[in-house]
């Protein structure tokens, strides 16, 4: 399996050396840093062991004034070297820096104690005291402490054996989820154009494949890819890769992006995790404080919330947590974050990514520490119920659960079969996934509001569709709404005709005052049917109110007898019939027709004209062109 071997420690405790020692290769790259003597940036190296072990090496900067730097290449290491000088020993730089690490999740390292030439058996001995201390109650109590030194090469050959050693404890199964690589260089290579370097964290690529870049979203085509320095078809996790790419000119990358499966493509700037403070965050955590975040590469102003009701978190204490980021980032479950002061002078802190796109939570939201703690220990079909009950889109697509779960498709669509729970809807060819009780909540919430709407309009045939949705306030995406209708309809839950849906018992009962209503509103209409009173003028001459009147003019239409031209505009069927038959005999004679010739034809007035006009368009029997007006379909001789 592949490895990544890192260094640590404090600034002049001799990692480049040590690096350089074992593989031969000076990982000081800028002009600044030969002048200056130390690390400014990330370096990188690989190493061949004697047993056939390769690993690619990132050399840290130990300068405080470049933690941002260190934290950049700190992601992804399998065994960490930490360097600590015999003549110096355990420096502010060594703590923070062993802090981070162990907040990054690695627990494999050796204690490199650096400078041995220069330093007698008995300063060796407290440096090792002072390591022991440093290291007590933690994953690297009792890791190897070996004396070095680079310009003798002293314990260089026992340093290689428990490299071999140290990554054979390290060996893992290759972890789950499509490809994903943090960028920590990016750069043009005359001939070659866009490479960028990182340390792959899951899946594979190879070339020709496309990638995301985010959180910006441009696509990239893989044109080449290397490992130390080979060039190879493919690559993976674990590995350091160089990529060349290619995409849209404009198209640029930078430290902090993340270059990813075309399947990974949400970003997130609010997160709930599981944080704690080191022994060395003496001043503690605040909530609602700024700080910066570190994840993979990237550094983003954030702010905390603590989800426990505590206004801080103090050394050696942990706690459940919201971060609101200043700027939308890749963030996956299960990614390890470093928290640091708003003015990057300290390291606060670090935890685990819980959720990753987690909702704002309300002041008194039920059973919310029962939530997180599913969230961070919960097994998978214990998360997939709490992700479908609480997302605030009810029904996920299954590349959204890829991403939660950070799997693949084939290995998330295995998993969610054995999940009775979650309800599967195939919807044009695309899986989107419900939970079970949410879903009869909302279909029993439909059936509720259509039961209502009978009662409160009882000579109504049914409930709009778009009226129903609206008041349904379900977040259903259009398709997902249909979907679940036409299911209810299918149960025989729900009737549907046309645009209305009715329960299947529902009938329009007229009664006697119901019919007289709807005589005096036929003789209305039809005292001048080319020019009837609108709505307000009916409603006058009725005395009816104005929502049963309304209901009435409903029932009408639907047995034809009325035609609703305009909002508050009714005439006789009939009326419009004739309307219609001079209008299609015209444009069959003289092809179009204007507003002004319109109204002499009818010889009416503007109030009729327009409205008319306006129906005969949205019934698609005309069409307007400019000032003009056409059939919609040509008239056919014969």
Known sequence: MPYIVGTAGHIDHGKTSLVKALTGQDTDRLKEEKERGISIDLGFAHLDLPDGTQAGVVDVPGHERFVRNMLAGAHGIDLVLFS???????MPQTEEHFDIVRLLGVTHGIFVIT????????????????????????AFAGAPMLPFSAVTRQGL??????????????????????????????????????????????????????????????????????????????AGWGQRVALNLAGSETASVKRGQVLCHEKIARTSTRFDAFAEIPRAGTRGLRSHQRVRVHLGTAEILAKVVFLHGKDKVESRES??????????????????????????????????????????????????????????????????????????????????????????????????????SALKLNLEGEQL??????????????????????????????????????????????????????????????????????????????????????EKIRAILGKDEMAPPD???????????????????????????????GPELYFLAGAVEKVKTALRAHLAEHGTITAAGFRDLIGSTRKYVIPFLEYFDRTGFTIRVGDNRKLKSPVKAG
Not at 84 to 90: F, I, R
Not at 535 to 560: F, Q, S
């Open 84 to 90: 600590v000088a015999a003549d110096d020993g355990v």
């Open 115 to 138: 400078k041995a030439d220069l330093a007698s058996a008995e300063r060796i001995r407290e440096v090792e005291e002072e390591i022991e201390m440093l290291a007590a109650d933690t």
């Open 157 to 234: 050959p026992e340093l290689r054996a428990a490299i071999v050693q140290g990554l054979a404890q390290c060996a893992s199964a290759a972890p789950e989820g499509y490809f994903r690589m943090p960028v920590d260089r990016a750069f043009t290579l005359q001939g070659h154009g866009l490479v960028v370097t990182g340390t792959a964290h899951s899946g594979s690529v190879g070339i020709g494949e496309h990638l995301r870049c985010l959180p910006d979203g441009e696509r990239f085509r893989v044109r080449g890819i290397q490992v130390h320095g080979r060039t190879l078809e493919n």
């Open 319 to 420: 706690a459940c947590c919201q971060i609101t980021l200043d700027e939308p980032a890749l963030v996956m479950r299960g990614d390890h974050f470093i928290i640091r002061d708003e003015v990057a002078r300290r390291t606060i802190g670090g935890g685990i990514v819980i959720h990753p796109w987690a909702g704002r939570h309300k002041p008194r939201e039920t059973r919310r520490m029962e939530k997180l703690e599913t969230l961070r220990r919960g097994d998978f079909p214990e998360l997939v119920n709490l992700l479908l009950e609480e997302s605030e889109t009810p029904v996920l697509p299954l590349d959204a659960m890829c991403q939660f779960f950070n799997l693949t498709a084939n290995d998330v669509a295995v998993r969610l079969s054995r999940v009775k």
């Open 433 to 518: 996934f419900v939970s079970q009780t949410r879903w009869q909540t909302i279909g029993d919430a439909a059936l509720k509001l259509v039961g209502a709407f009978h009662k409160a309009q009882p000579l109504a045939a049914g409930m709009d569709l778009e009226d129903l949705r609206a008041k349904l306030r379900a977040g259903l995406s259009p398709g997902v709404y249909r979907f679940l209708i036409d299911q209810r309809v299918a149960a025989k839950a729900l009737a549907r005709e046309g645009n209305l849906v009715r329960l299947p018992g529902h009938s329009v009962n007229v009664g006697g005052t119901e019919k007289a209503l709807m």
């Open 535 to 565: 709505l307000p003028g009916i409603e006058k001459e009725t005395g009816a109110l104005k929502p049963k009147l309304i209901e009435v003019l409903k029932l009408l239409e639907r047995e034809g007898g009325v035609v609703r031209v």
